[in-house]
């Protein structure tokens, strides 16, 4: 992808998509270009950093960008050309938090982040971006390793994640669909690739932290 131009397939991984002022816009690397028509792209600003593996959604009126492996920088911009930084998420046991290969979505007025490096069935949400709290057991129907590549979007009163990986997964435990918060007689629905369904009795979550209850 040039200045302007279609977008080439050969830089079609690695970054994020989102529609903000009657915009589409596409965050590569720290590359951000936007377009009218989702053909002629124009290279419009850069991020403070290249971001590998990040997450994007718009929320309050902002396009918002988080983290990635090389970071753990939370970025804002009300134009999408000028950008700054909003918030770094917390640290825990005084090691840097980088949150990447997950989902983030915008539910119940905050920003959720869902999956990727996350510890098992954890999510991270702020009502401003800037105060970050932890959501345990968002994701109920499985603990061990992180669920990695999932997308999650907000649906019907909740947070809806499906597919992404394990590290260790079994056949049976890839293509899963996880509803937040669970489901009332199934609190994870599962579907696997091969087509088949289990309910998983998990209970419902609690809210960790205060205010929680992630599109």
């Known amino acids: 992808l040039g200045s302007t131009g279609i977008i080439e397939t050969a830089n079609s991984v690695n970054f994020t998509l989102n529609s903000f002022n009657n915009k589409l816009w596409r965050i590569y690397y720290s590359n951000v270009y936007n377009s009218t028509d989702g053909q002629n792209w124009t290279l419009v600003g850069t991020l403070p950093e290249a971001l590998v593996m990040h997450e994007s959604v718009v929320f309050n009126n902002k396009l918002w960008v988080f983290s990635g492996t090389s970071t753990d920088a939370v970025y804002s911009s009300t134009n999408g050309t000028t950008w700054s930084l909003a918030s770094r998420f917390p640290s825990e046991n005084?090691?840097?938090?980088?949150?990447?290969?997950?989902?983030?979505?915008?539910?119940?007025?905050?920003?959720?982040?869902?999956?990727?490096?996350?510890?098992?069935?954890?999510?991270?949400?702020?009502?401003?971006?800037?105060?970050?709290?932890?959501?345990?057991n968002a994701l109920p129907c499985r603990?061990?390793?992180?669920?990695?590549?999932?997308?999650?979007?907000?649906?019907?009163?909740?947070?809806?994640?499906?597919g992404g990986y394990y590290h260790e997964s079994t056949p049976d435990e890839k293509g899963q669909i996880f509803a937040y918060p669970p489901l009332i007689?199934?609190?994870?629905?599962c579907q696997s690739s091969g087509g088949g369904t289990s309910g998983t009795s998990g209970g419902s979550s609690s809210g960790g932290t205060s205010g929680g209850t992630s599109g």
Do not use: H, R
Not at 121 to 131: L, Q
Not at 148 to 158: D, I, L, R
Not at 185 to 189: E, I, Q, R
């Open 94 to 136: 005084g090691v840097t938090t980088k949150l990447y290969d997950g989902s983030a979505t915008v539910y119940d007025g905050k920003i959720w982040i869902i999956g990727g490096n996350l510890n098992s069935g954890e999510a991270f949400y702020s009502t401003n971006g800037i105060t970050w709290s932890t959501q345990v």
């Open 143 to 162: 603990q061990g390793p992180t669920l990695g590549g999932n997308s999650a979007e907000a649906f019907n009163g909740k947070i809806w994640s499906i």
């Open 185 to 189: 007689d199934a609190p994870c629905y």
